[in-house]
């Protein structure tokens, strides 16, 4: 396993542990990469008429054990004590995966810099803390990573 593939995952591990020991639900790590693709439908993957400036975006993160559902926080301003202040929260069912990891699809997404957070509920009702923001610059098809912005 290479460094850069096991620090995120030593972290990952270790933040599972801490939550479980205090029975707060972990925080998910977030990919560093997204994948921006073109708007295409069809046996032959034609770019849809009148959506050929759009782009979809699709991030991941890491299965957390016992997960009921995920929410990922579009463009938000969270608060110290974790509440959404400012943006758009959106739902992801566990059983929305690629490759047997959650994934989060953003069709329609605004070109330029777009924010996220991720979060997850092991209990009903109950939501662990937001994950580190990632950002990523929506432009051409392809793999695009975290920026600091």
């Known amino acids: 396993?290479?460094?850069?593939?096991?620090s995120p995952l030593l972290v990952f591990l270790l933040a599972l542990l801490s939550a479980i020991a205090n029975e707060i639900p972990p925080v998910p790590q977030v990919d560093q990469v997204a994948r921006v693709k073109e708007h295409r439908r069809g046996a032959n993957g034609d770019l849809v008429p009148g959506e050929e400036n759009l782009r979809?975006?699709?991030?991941?993160w890491h299965a957390i054990p016992g997960a009921l559902e995920y929410e990922v926080c579009h463009n938000c301003h969270?608060?110290?004590?974790?509440?959404v202040l400012?943006?758009?929260?959106n739902f992801v069912p566990t059983s929305k995966t690629k490759a047997g990891r959650p994934v989060f699809v953003f069709p329609n997404a605004p070109l330029g810099k777009n924010s996220f957070h991720v979060r997850v509920s092991?209990?009903?009702g109950v939501w662990g803390p937001w994950s580190e923001q990632r950002n990523f610059v929506v432009d051409e098809p392809g793999q695009v990573q975290h920026d600091e912005l």
């Open 1 to 6: 396993m290479t460094s850069s593939i096991l």
């Open 56 to 60: 979809k975006l699709l991030l991941q």
């Open 78 to 83: 969270i608060s110290d004590s974790g509440d």
């Open 86 to 89: 400012e943006g758009n929260i």
């Open 122 to 124: 092991v209990e009903a």
